[in-house]
């Protein structure tokens, strides 16, 4: 199976950046949609961006749009979301995930996640 690690997770204060990095092990990323989900404390897992297997068309989540950049290098078996003008509201576990096929924003869609990533922004 696919194995998903997040890295990049950390402390900033409002309005910073990050830039969380997703690796895959096992074998490469190639034909796989990628996403980027976050879970708050006592809230439910949500959406936040997804990319294709070619690294075209994009999806965010409304909340992020404009802010963050979710990119893939399937060369480097790797995939990124470029977190810039950051929020405290954007604290949480932040996960990537992967299936085979299309993207979507239905966490219940991905077959592999990463074990999550904690970015915290104070303010």
């Known amino acids: 199976q696919v194995q998903l690690v997040e890295s990049g997770g950390g402390l900033v204060q409002a309005g910073g950046s990050l830039r969380l990095s997703c690796a895959t092990t096992?074998?490469?990323?190639?034909?796989?949609?990628m996403a980027w989900f976050r879970q708050a404390p006592g809230k439910e897992r949500v959406f936040v961006a997804a990319?294709?297997?070619?690294?075209?068309?994009?999806i965010y989540a409304d909340s992020v749009k404009g802010r963050f950049t979710i990119s893939r290098d399937n060369a480097k078996n790797a995939m990124f979301l470029q977190m810039n003008s950051l929020k405290p509201e954007d604290t949480a576990v932040y996960y990537c995930?992967?299936?085979?096929?299309?993207?979507?924003?239905?966490?219940?869609?991905?077959?592999?996640w990463g074990q999550g990533t904690q970015v915290t922004v104070s303010s």
């Open positions: 995930a992967a299936r085979y096929g299309g993207s979507t924003t239905d966490a219940g869609g991905y077959t592999y």
């Open positions: 096992g074998r490469t990323s190639g034909r796989y949609a």
């Open positions: 990319i294709m297997w070619s690294g075209g068309s994009t």
